[in-house]
Nanobody, 125 residues
């Protein structure tokens, strides 16, 4: 089993930055692809970014390219999402997700089997 705990959300102004963290417990973190998804009120959950276990591949949704950066620290079993130039459209609950060990997960939610409880991000205009 893997448990994921997100932190770092909050209420900020448009143009500000936030860094989300996702601390993982359990086995095989260093061999799992990790992803970030978000869900805005009244909308479906959507892919934000993901990173393979060795950091060799990082994918981003078009809406966040150039503004967000995903990274991981396997020594700390933690994945991060640095969010810059935030916009009101970035508002939502942000979820961390972990794929099965060794799976080259991409942007599909079905690639991920473990999910955190989410952290709220609210951007005021």
């Amino acid at each position: 089993q893997v448990q994921l705990v997100e932190s770092g959300g909050g209420l900020v102004q448009a143009g500000d930055s936030l860094r989300l963290s996702c601390a993982a417990s359990g086995r095989h973190f260093s061999t799992r692809a990790m992803g970030w998804f978000r869900q805005a009120p009244g909308k479906e959950r959507e892919f934000v970014a993901n990173i393979l276990w060795d950091g060799s591949v990082r994918n981003y949704a078009d809406s966040v390219k150039g503004r967000f950066a995903i990274s991981r620290d396997d020594a700390k079993n933690t994945v991060y999402l640095q969010m810059n130039s935030l916009k009101p459209d970035d508002t939502g609950v942000y979820y961390c997700a972990a794929a099965r060990s060794g799976i080259r997960a991409t942007g599909g939610a079905s690639d991920y089997v473990y999910w955190g409880q989410g952290t709220q991000v609210t951007i005021n205009s």
